[in-house]
């Protein structure tokens, strides 16, 4: 099994009962699906792989600190997958929170992937909404505050981490306007036109 269908596997295992958080996943996932084109061959499957687990960490039978992103990065660690527990251990600027939260030593224990593809993964669970839906990044930012409230310690870490999470998601538009997805291509434009007769 490829390590994308069995991230999708197990992601499903984990979040059965808990199917807002599943339904979020699953955008998280088909976003990563569109803005797969941007990565060589075997970046593909680890991207979709990180978008299926980020989240597990909600999962109750993983629930060790009450810190999602290092919950779901111990269990993927001890199951033998460091490169994908780095990436869920940091994604989308959990830093900040472990920070508030007095986690941040045990965060470290986690190698933090500063690349293209953590910028995906920021990119993806940040224009996804709760239930799945697209959304920009200001909105979902703006859709936490509204969820914790402005004092929460999430709301708090959120702001904190804003500018990084927002050059994160611009890299990735910025290589989206370079690249964009074939089906992205109106159909009366020249592109969109000489596409369709391939
Ligand atoms: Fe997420």
């Known amino acids: 099994m490829d390590i994308d ?6 992601a499903a295992r984990f979040l059965d009962g808990l199917p807002r958080r599943w339904s979020h996943t699953c955008g998280v996932a088909r976003a990563a699906d569109e803005i797969a084109h941007l990565f060589e061959p075997a970046d593909k499957p680890v991207l979709r792989a990180a978008a299926y687990l980020h989240d597990i960490g909600y999962s109750t039978d993983l629930v060790a600190s009450g810190f999602h992103p290092l919950d779901g990065a111990a269990w993927l660690q ?7 527990a ?16 007095g986690l941040a030593a045990e965060l470290d224990a986690y190698l933090e992937e500063r690349s293209e593809l953590s910028d995906a993964l920021a990119y993806c669970d940040l224009t996804t909404g709760p239930d799945g839906q697209p959304m920009t990044c200001l909105e979902r930012l703006a859709e936490i505050d509204d969820c914790y409230g402005a004092e929460h310690l999430v709301s708090r870490a959120v702001h904190a981490a804003a500018p990084e999470l927002g050059e994160a998601v611009a890299r990735i538009q910025l290589k989206l306007v370079a690249s964009p997805p074939v089906e992205f291509a109106p159909a009366n434009s020249p592109e969109g036109t000489a596409l369709s007769h391939d």
Request: no cysteine; glycine share 10%; net charge positive.
């Open 5 to 10: 269908e069995w991230a999708a596997a197990t």
């Open 78 to 84: 001890r199951a033998g997958y460091p490169r994908l």
């Open 86 to 101: 780095g990436l869920v251990a940091h994604h989308s600027g959990a830093r900040h929170e472990a920070r508030l939260r």
